[in-house]
């Protein structure tokens, strides 16, 4: 790769950049380390990328259970660095994200404007806008809290998002607030990084003289970065690329041989052996000066020797870029075949790369050399072109519309929160107002529900006492049947096995066939006898299953006593699968009051012939209750409900049941009640 031409100038800067923010946010995680004892940072740095990403995961995990302090804040950024370095940007961009609402939470305006950084970082590479927007918005508050290094290296962020989207002027005028905010910064890196994209952008603008001049001053930061002891091999690396950056512009000028001395000098078997893809870089950018000064001597095997070290080492946009400098160099050699078959091969490069800038210069040096194809190349040429500019018109005044929006909005919100606190305090009064009539409504409903609970008291004493009364006629009726029982036993059975003991012992000696015949008659004697007992015991067994069903027996009684009072006829049926013993007092005497209030409101009102209450198990917990007459009936919608049916409904849903009415003018009515037992 060469950044003699327009393409190699992002690369070099695309690096600049990233060792910028790794040593940025390197000396931030440093700091913080020394005051968070939770984060391993010696053992971190020895495991590998896998085990590292496994750590955080299980730190961020373990987070979720702390307290919101400042403390759980710094290792969430902390967590979203180390992801972004791991290049995991999703979780990188989660775990800023949840830094940011935590701040928030806070109002920690410092770290809300660092996690809107790193959210910025994490938009970088797929939403240029999005990034912008971040950038912004940590901008605003690094200005209020009066961090102007950090504010400084927000607006060369937005530089470099403006840089590579192409709005050169715009990204300018960031990097001129950018570089006054940094005139007295002690981040030399930072002040080199945003020079050098400046030297950059000036280059775009065909500011050839100006763009040297930062170059230059770039240059003299990197003397300051070597005084301060910084990393050796870094300090090279810069050194390296700001030389290259002004080469290309010597080259722009046409001072091939400025450049040609520049370069000269940095293809070293050092160079060679640690950084190969710099030595490329190099190669490749002095055989193009050499080229372009008509120097040809060994230019070709300085194009293929970088070729063939970028092929091997995978980075096919390196590859594209030598091939159309070799392909350009063949056609100066007037060497048709092989500059259309490189050029060839680049263009297919760049098609799969979706570089434009790069398919447009492949395509101009194509149309000079395939005479056949010329005018396939120049439509190529023009309908890219057209796009490009089509795309650039459309975004040209984006970002200073994120700008303007961003202040609009913030303006609104201003007036918005005026608008909020009149609202809050109609609010509260509307509150206080609410709450009082609340207050006087519950009181209301506690007074009702008292006297409800008064009132089932009294019913519940009421049926305790018609189930004591009921008690007491079981235990008369089975006193009664014991005493049937021992007289049947004693004057029936025991006197007739007496009788055939008797006759039997008197038999036993003889043995004729008559007196066989006589034995005979008493052993049948004694199996009637045995049935005689088995009946009795059957009918023991009847009383003691209605012993078992007192309340159920209650219910009956209550229903047959109708059928004495008036000419309607009274039936009864219950769910064999039913026991009441399952069911609580409390909804045994709703269901004994409900029947009551009925049966009394078809006496006086129905006329009725027949009157069916059934009681059945819908589910297993499910108790449906349904009384139904042939009688008169009414129309539900028109007619005035009685008192009858209030206290129906008022005692059903006071167990949370369901209450239904259907009734039809002539066509009887049907009650149903629900209860979820």
């Given at each position: 790769m060469r950044f003699k031409s327009k393409i190699y100038i992002p690369i070099l800067l695309l690096t600049a950049v990233i060792l910028l923010v790794f040593y940025n946010r390197r000396i931030e995680l440093k700091i913080r380390n020394q005051n968070q004892n939770t984060f391993d940072t010696e053992y971190f740095n020895k495991i590998s990328g896998t085990e590292k990403e496994r750590y955080l995961d299980s730190l961020v995990s373990d987070l979720k259970y702390q307290k919101n302090d400042s403390a759980v804040r710094n290792l969430y950024l902390k967590a979203g660095e180390e992801y972004y370095y791991l290049n995991n940007i999703k979780k990188s961009h989660s775990s800023s994200l949840t830094a940011l609402k935590l701040s928030r939470e806070e109002n920690d305006s410092s770290r809300i404007a660092k996690s809107l950084y790193f959210i910025g970082d994490c938009y970088e590479s797929t939403q240029k806008d999005s990034a912008y927007y971040f950038y912004l918005q940590a901008q605003k508050i690094y200005q209020k809290i009066?961090?102007?290094?950090?504010?400084?290296?927000?607006?060369?962020?937005?530089?470099?998002?403006?840089?590579?989207?192409?709005?050169?002027?715009?990204?300018?005028?960031?990097?001129?607030?950018?570089?006054?905010?940094?005139?007295?910064?002690?981040?030399?890196?930072?002040?080199?990084?945003?020079?050098?994209?400046?030297?950059?952008?000036?280059?775009?603008?065909?500011?050839?003289?100006?763009?040297?001049?930062?170059?230059?001053?770039?240059?003299?930061?990197?003397?300051?970065?070597?005084?301060?002891?910084?990393?050796?091999?870094?300090?090279?690396?810069?050194?390296?690329?700001?030389?290259?950056?002004?080469?290309?512009?010597?080259?722009?000028?046409?001072?091939?041989?400025?450049?040609?001395?520049e370069l000269k000098p940095l293809l070293t078997k050092d160079l060679r052996k640690n950084w190969p893809r710099f030595y490329a870089i190099v190669l490749s950018n002095l055989a193009y000066s050499k080229m372009k000064n008509k120097e040809y001597k060994n230019v070709e095997s300085m194009f293929l020797e970088s070729l063939k070290i970028v092929d091997s080492l995978g980075y096919t946009s390196d590859v594209m870029y030598k091939k159309i400098h070799l392909g350009e160099f063949y056609l100066t050699q007037k060497d048709s075949l092989k500059s259309l078959k490189t050029l060839q091969e680049a263009y297919r490069v760049s098609i799969k790369l979706k570089n434009t800038n790069e398919t447009l210069n492949t395509l101009k040096l194509l149309t000079r050399i395939d005479s056949r194809k010329r005018l396939f190349y120049a439509n190529q040429y023009i309908a890219i072109s057209d796009s490009i500019n089509s795309i650039q018109s459309r975004t040209k005044n984006k970002y200073a519309r994120i700008e303007y929006e961003t202040v609009k909005v913030e303006d609104e919100n201003k007036v918005l929160t005026k608008k909020n606190f009149y609202i809050l305090i109609f609010s509260f009064a509307l509150f206080l107002a609410l709450s009082a009539i609340s207050v006087a409504i519950y009181l209301k409903y506690k007074n009702k529900e008292l006297r409800f609970v008064k009132q089932q008291q009294s019913d519940s004493d009421e049926i305790y006492q018609l189930l004591s009364e009921q008690q007491n006629k079981i235990n008369a009726a089975k006193e009664e049947e014991k005493n049937k029982i021992a007289k049947e036993l004693h004057d029936g059975v025991m006197n007739k096995v007496y009788g055939v003991r008797m006759n039997l012992g008197f038999f036993n000696s003889k043995t004729d066939e008559k007196t066989i015949e006589k034995r005979k008659q008493y052993i049948f004697e004694l199996q009637n006898i045995e049935n005689e007992i088995r009946t009795i015991s059957h009918d023991l067994n009847q009383d003691s299953f209605l012993e078992s069903n007192d309340f159920n027996t209650l219910l009956s009684n209550l229903i047959k006593s109708q059928n004495e009072i008036s000419k309607t006829e009274f039936n009864y049926f219950v769910d064999e699968r039913f026991e009441w013993e399952q069911v609580q007092n409390i909804y045994k005497i709703n269901f004994y009051r409900i029947i009551q209030e009925a049966l009394l409101n078809i006496h006086k009102y129905a006329k009725a012939l027949k009157v069916d209450v059934k009681i059945d198990l819908i589910d297993k917990d499910v108790l449906q209750l349904s009384i139904i007459d042939d009688g008169a009936g009414f129309d539900i919608n028109t007619a005035k409900r009685g008192i009858g049916l209030s206290n129906i409904k008022e005692r059903t849903n006071s167990l949370k049941g369901n209450f239904e009415v259907k009734s039809k003018p002539g066509e009887g009515t049907e009650i149903i009640v629900t209860f979820t037992i």
């Open positions: 009066h961090d102007y290094s950090k504010l400084g290296q927000m607006y060369f962020n937005k530089a470099y998002v403006l840089f590579y989207d192409g709005n050169y002027v715009e990204c300018e005028v960031e990097l001129t607030k950018g570089l006054e905010y940094l005139k007295d910064s002690n981040n030399i890196k930072l002040l080199y990084s945003c020079n050098t994209l400046m030297g950059n952008c000036l280059e775009k603008l065909f500011m050839y003289d100006q763009a040297l001049k930062y170059h230059q001053l770039a240059l003299r930061n990197l003397k300051a970065m070597k005084k301060n002891n910084t990393d050796s091999d870094e300090v090279n690396n810069f050194n390296i690329s700001s030389v290259i950056n002004i080469c290309n512009l010597y080259d722009l000028k046409g001072d091939y041989s400025k450049s040609i001395m």
